[in-house]
């Protein structure tokens, strides 16, 4: 079982507004499907990992 890491995930809208935020997911695809049912279908969306849970 993949153990959660953390994402740095940026969320920019079509009205340019930006979100950042720090999201615990297993793996990138899942950060960014949370951030997008949170704010909509952003312009730009990108995920860093920042490295595994503790």
């Given at each position: 079982?993949?153990?959660?890491?953390?994402?740095?995930?940026?969320?920019?809208?079509?009205?340019?507004?930006?979100?950042?935020?720090?999201?615990?997911?297993?793996?990138?695809?899942?950060?960014?499907?949370?951030?997008?049912?949170?704010?909509?279908?952003?312009?730009?969306?990108?995920?860093?990992?920042?490295?595994?849970g503790?």
């Amino acid at each position: 079982m993949n153990a959660p890491a953390y994402y740095r995930v940026t969320h920019i809208d079509a009205q340019r507004c930006r979100r950042r935020m720090r999201v615990q997911a297993v793996n990138r695809a899942r950060a960014v499907a949370w951030v997008v049912q949170l704010y909509g279908d952003g312009w730009y969306v990108a995920a860093v990992c920042e490295g595994k849970g503790r």
